[in-house]
């Protein structure tokens, strides 16, 4: 190599030196914003967990109280009014049935000759249907049947008995309640509410249970409420507590379902002529009952605590009953 080459080969040593020289530097300079770079994003995830973990927290703890709510107002007011709705629906739908049912049983043909009838003969096995009193010694045999199913009732439930037999849970103050009705009021009288509809119904299907287990298809339950809404709701407690289906509710069968007094108390008579053991139910929102209701042999009113009624300071009001 001559000489004349060695400066300019120097003068690239240097340059490319110097290039080096500038690379290292920008890679420190890289190597150094990278950390403070993953340093800064780090740092901000970790704010941001945080602040996600803060809205979890808050959102678990929002979700414990609308649950603690819901708790406490039976399920929530929203499902509430879906209960009244669909309530409310199923009465709609059966009475629609009913109606159905009885026109097509209209016979619009020529009448039949009248055909008298016969003398009835007394059967002694029947005579309990025209005034049970489950109070009396004579009933001896009777009480004690019914004191038995209670204590089934009480000691082992059947969630998924048979239709007419009781299927939920019976407490003891529920068996005052029937105890009081069948034995202190000879099956004839009215209890204090238990504070809400469906604690009357549980007791009604109790006392129906009872009653269907001595007379079997012979027992015609018959329910007074002053709207369909409430109707509704006997209707889906009655199917809930004794496991009726659709067709076990009627105008001439099973259970009944009226809003006027009077029309339940034709019926009811007319029933009692077929030989057949009305029993009335009059739910706690009927102020004022027809006397006509209280002829029959078996008849359970619930009664609203009088300090919450809207006349019950009004002078001269005459009591519920």
Known sequence: MS?????????????LETKRDRLQTEIAESQDYLARFMQDSLADLDRRRQALQLTVDQLERRQSRIQEEMKGTFS????????????FKDYLTGSLEDLVLAAQKLD??????????????????????????????????????????IRIFRTEPDYYGPTWKFRRTFESIHADRIND???????RGSLKSMGSRLQNILVSSAAISILYNLYGDKLRPLVLANSPDRLGEWRRGLQDCLGLRRDDFGSDRGVMLFEVPETMAARAERIQQEGKMPLIIIDETEELVSLALLRFPLWLAFAPDPQKLPYATQPGTPNYF
């Open 76 to 87: 929530g007011s929203s499902q509430e009014i879906a209960i009244r709705v669909q309530s």
């Open 108 to 149: 619009l043909g020529r009448p039949e000759p009248e055909v008298l009838p016969a003398a009835p003969v007394v059967n002694p096995a029947d005579e309990a249907l025209e005034d049970p009193q489950f109070a009396k010694t004579v009933y001896e045999q009777q009480t004690e049947k019914i004191r038995a199913v």
């Open 3 to 15: 000489d004349d080459r060695l400066p300019e080969l120097n003068s690239q040593i240097a340059e």
């Open 181 to 187: 009705w069948f034995f202190t009021q000879g099956g």
